[in-house]
């Protein structure tokens, strides 16, 4: 494609540049926006970080550029636990602890069956700050030590007990240990919180599960009137 072609000129430009000893941070900035097009976002991360370390580029200018090439890089290898695990690696606990990285990032570790990284992040996260979106992920982790996250999050709710992301998640991990009645009592005081689809939806499932059929379907017909 023409804009392909462009970046790749682009590069080709720059390279020559920084052959003849240019190291100006204009360069760098132009060798930032080429990159950018050219989707090499280890090479995005690395400059950004290059002009923040410079003072061409601000915390806040930084971050959303940095947490746009973690999550690129993270993408790319979906579905590839080991890949994934090796671009963790690659990123500085700094932008690790980046809330704005962590609820778009971390689900690709989830998805791919991580039992580790991600329930780690979370609770270092939320030691200093908490955030509601992150103890609602916290649900969908699945680590090697079930009670223990359990025990983590119930100790969480005795300081945000009126939290209802926080409540789902328990309600998840709950199922997870097949504690039916405990998973139904935590939904249930999710939607006593804030009325959610999918609350109604975890409740619908339960009582499939549970063969209570009137239940499910009244759960199903909740969580449809509120829409995807």
Known sequence: RRADRRFDDAAQHLDALRASGHRHLAVLRLALQ??????????????????????????????????????EQLRDAEGDLAALERVWQTIPERERRDTGFLLRGLPYLIGAGDEKLAVEAIEQALKTDWEPELA???????????????????????????????LLALGRLCLRAQLWGKAQSYFEASLSQQVSRAAHLELARLADRLERKSEAERHYREAAALGA
């Open 34 to 71: 080429t990159e950018q097009g050219r989707g090499r976002w280890a090479e995005v991360a690395r400059l950004a970080r290059t002009l923040r370390k410079h003072d061409a580029l601000t915390d806040d200018q930084a971050a959303p550029l940095l947490r746009r090439a973690q999550v």
């Open 136 to 166: 609602s992920l916290y649900g969908r982790c699945k680590s090697a030590d079930l009670r223990s996250q359990l025990a983590v999050g119930e100790g969480w709710l005795k300081l945000h007990p009126e939290d209802s992301g926080l």
